[in-house]
């Protein structure tokens, strides 16, 4: 999550004024050509724990969704949508208070609940900040699993560290830091299965881009949510993808990436694949529970 919102937000606004971004009709100024900009829409509910969403998961068939707050709670729901899938609405049932394995309810300190990746069974696995570990949630308003945590997530930056989660078709888990340590290292990809971590590769650094969220498409491909931030003109948002094969990641074509200001703090990505056989990137913002940004749902539709 960004550390000064309220300067951010001073971007937002400034962008607008400017032309610098654009809303729902002037994302495409700056996007890569395979991306067209779908549409915005602001989400709110009258609930002092709605905002700051992090994560998010559709159903396949971009109705049904599941998110997460950075303060530990879950929200699920459904979107509604006309005959070319445009959203009409939202509708929640959330929100539910993230638990530790001993079932208590999670504080600031331990949290920070920032990826979010969901399993074929509907259960969820939730990576954390602050105290950077992963943990399973066979129901939401139970107590958690704890994962291993391996002896490097101890060292991640505090606020920077497991930003983004993504589970592939086989329940592998994967999940990178928001910060490498310098622009000179890479981000260290984790992976989960059989029970034990390993790192089998990393994604170099690019300048100042900073990973959010990342998700398998329906196409088996890996689908990487990134963050520019330049201070009061705001938030510049890039989508990626990549192939994963062994232990190996090639790729890393530019699907989408905005001008400054176009979008609040996107943090949150899925990846699916709509009525017409196109596939869809939807994303949320983080609004950190700042009076002048928004929970924006994003979408974006790949060009064949």
Same mark, same amino acid.
């Given at each position: *999550?960004?550390?000064?919102? #309220? ?13 610098? !971004? ?14 067209? @900009?779908?549409?915005? %829409?602001? %989400? ?5 724990? @709605?905002?700051? @969403? ?5 159903? $396949? ?7 997460? +707050? ?22 929640? +049932?959330?929100?539910? &208070?993230?638990?530790? +394995? ?17 399993? $074929? ?24 699993? #704890? ?10 930056? #505090? ?39 390993? &790192? ?6 690019? !300048?100042? %881009? ?9 196409? !088996? ?18 989508? #990626?993808? @990549? ?28 990846? %699916?694949?709509?009525? &017409? ?5 939807? *994303? ?21």
């Amino acid at each position: *999550m960004p550390h000064c919102p #309220r300067l951010a937000l001073t971007g937002a606004l400034v962008g607008l004024v400017l032309g610098l !971004g654009g809303g729902a009709g002037g994302a495409a100024g700056t996007q890569a050509p395979r991306a067209e @900009f779908l549409q915005s %829409w602001v %989400w709110t509910v009258a609930n002092p724990a @709605f905002g700051g @969403f992090s994560g998010i998961e559709l159903g $396949p068939d971009g109705r049904d969704f599941v998110t997460q +707050s950075d303060r530990a709670t879950i929200w699920r729901g459904r979107i509604s949508r006309d005959a070319t899938g445009r959203i009409l609405g939202v509708s929640t +049932s959330g929100p539910v &208070q993230l638990h530790d +394995s001993a079932g208590r309810p999670l504080d600031t300190v331990t949290g920070d609940s920032e990826g979010l990746a969901e399993a $074929p069974d509907g259960s969820v696995y939730i990576s954390f900040e602050g105290v950077a570990r992963v943990a399973h949630y066979p129901t939401d308003d139970g107590p958690a699993e #704890r994962l291993p945590r391996p002896e490097a997530f101890k060292h991640f930056q #505090r606020n920077s560290s497991l930003e983004s989660l993504a589970i592939d078709a086989e329940g592998t888990l994967y999940t990178l830091p928001e910060r490498s340590g310098s622009l000179e290292l890479p981000f260290p990809v984790w992976r989960y299965r059989n029970g034990a971590w390993d &790192q089998p590769f990393s994604i170099p650094r690019d !300048g100042s %881009w900073l990973p959010t969220d990342a998700d398998f498409g329906p196409d !088996g491909r890996f689908y990487l949510l990134e963050r520019d931030f330049w201070g009061f003109l705001g938030f510049l948002t890039r989508v #990626r993808v @990549f192939d994963i094969k062994g232990d190996t990641i090639t790729g890393g074509e530019v699907l989408v990436q905005t001008g400054v200001g176009t979008h609040d703090n996107l943090e949150g990505l899925s990846v %699916w694949r709509d009525a &017409q056989g196109a596939i869809r990137l939807t *994303m949320i913002s983080d609004d950190n529970f700042f009076l002048l940004q928004r929970t924006e749902i994003v979408e974006y539709r790949l060009r064949p």
